[in-house]
């Protein structure tokens, strides 16, 4: 069959794009599946293991966290997709700082003592604050997970009430974030990508649209990085209304 005349490349590949951003999404959300399903065997073989007789424990618990972080940043794909067609079910509710930390800590409690990192929370038991808690959870959870990558031995994290908003920090005491990121802090993170540290500044880019996502009285929340801190070295804070 001879293709028509009035089929133009500029309206087929006009009308091509949504057929294949749903083919993108629907294939991220497969592959997240299929993840979950790793890491749920992963975990189930852990927990049953015997770490002093199972010789391949050690490389189980690095390709357990390896599969966590393919899985987080698979659902901050699906996420960021979701806010671009404005579909995202914002959740806030009034949430325990104390609770909320203590269950991010657990989260990464077998990858920190793999590691030998010791963690320390600052948190005020009576801290309450309104905010969306996977959201939230998600953005220090990627604070967390790129302070285990380049600190020496130490991550602390903190919660506090600063003038008006939640503070939320997670420092650690590694070499610092490189200085062109300090330069450039203006929360449009995407367009970093360092072929040397393998990364792509997709946890920053998600991490600073959930801060501006939340709002109140016309004030939106934001993502600072910074060095130096109470450990000299990275400090990745978020504010919060």
Same mark, same amino acid.
């Given at each position: 069959?001879?293709?028509?005349?009035?089929?133009?490349?500029?309206?087929?590949?006009?009308?091509?794009?949504?057929?294949?951003?749903?083919?993108?999404?629907?294939?991220?959300?497969?592959?997240?599946?299929?993840?979950?399903?790793?890491?749920?065997?992963?975990?189930?073989?852990?927990?049953?293991?015997?770490?002093?007789?199972?010789?391949?424990?050690?490389?189980?618990?690095?390709?357990?966290?390896?599969?966590?972080?393919?899985?987080?940043?698979?659902?901050? &794909? #699906?996420?960021?997709?979701?806010?671009?067609? @404005?579909? +995202? !079910?914002?959740?806030?509710?009034?949430?325990?700082?104390?609770? *909320?930390?203590?269950?991010?800590?657990?989260?990464?409690?077998?990858?920190?003592?793999?590691?030998?990192?010791?963690?320390?929370?600052?948190?005020?038991?009576?801290?309450?604050?309104?905010?969306?808690?996977?959201?939230?959870?998600?953005?220090?959870?990627?604070?967390?997970?790129?302070?285990?990558?380049?600190?020496?031995?130490?991550?602390?994290?903190?919660?506090?009430?600063?003038?008006?908003? &939640? #503070?939320?920090?997670?420092?650690?005491?590694? @070499?610092? +974030? !490189?200085?062109?990121?300090?330069?450039?802090?203006?929360?449009? *993170?995407?367009?970093?990508?360092?072929?040397?540290?393998?990364?792509?500044?997709?946890?920053?880019?998600?991490?600073?649209?959930?801060?501006?996502?939340?709002?109140?009285?016309?004030?939106?929340?934001?993502?600072?990085?910074?060095?130096?801190?109470?450990?000299?070295?990275?400090?990745?804070?978020?504010?919060?209304?």
């Amino acid at each position: 069959m001879s293709v028509s005349e009035n089929n133009n490349s500029n309206t087929g590949n006009f009308s091509a794009e949504p057929d294949l951003m749903n083919f993108l999404v629907s294939s991220i959300h497969d592959t997240k599946n299929s993840v979950c399903l790793l890491l749920n065997s992963l975990e189930k073989a852990l927990a049953n293991a015997d770490a002093r007789k199972l010789a391949a424990h050690t490389e189980l618990v690095r390709v357990n966290a390896e599969a966590k972080r393919v899985n987080n940043n698979l659902v901050q &794909l #699906l996420t960021l997709y979701q806010f671009g067609q @404005r579909v +995202y !079910p914002l959740d806030v509710q009034y949430i325990s700082l104390r609770d *909320f930390i203590s269950g991010i800590v657990a989260q990464y409690s077998d990858l920190l003592r793999f590691r030998e990192i010791t963690l320390e929370a600052h948190i005020n038991p009576e801290l309450h604050w309104y905010f969306d808690e996977d959201l939230v959870n998600a953005v220090i959870g990627n604070a967390i997970n790129n302070a285990i990558r380049y600190t020496r031995d130490r991550i602390r994290i903190a919660a506090e009430e600063r003038d008006g908003r &939640l #503070l939320l920090r997670v420092e650690d005491n590694g @070499r610092g +974030y !490189p200085v062109a990121m300090l330069q450039d802090n203006d929360g449009n *993170f995407i367009h970093r990508i360092d072929p040397l540290e393998n990364s792509t500044g997709l946890g920053f880019y998600f991490s600073a649209k959930v801060a501006r996502m939340h709002r109140n009285h016309g004030v939106a929340g934001k993502l600072k990085l910074e060095n130096g801190g109470s450990m000299q070295g990275a400090c990745f804070l978020l504010y919060l209304p």
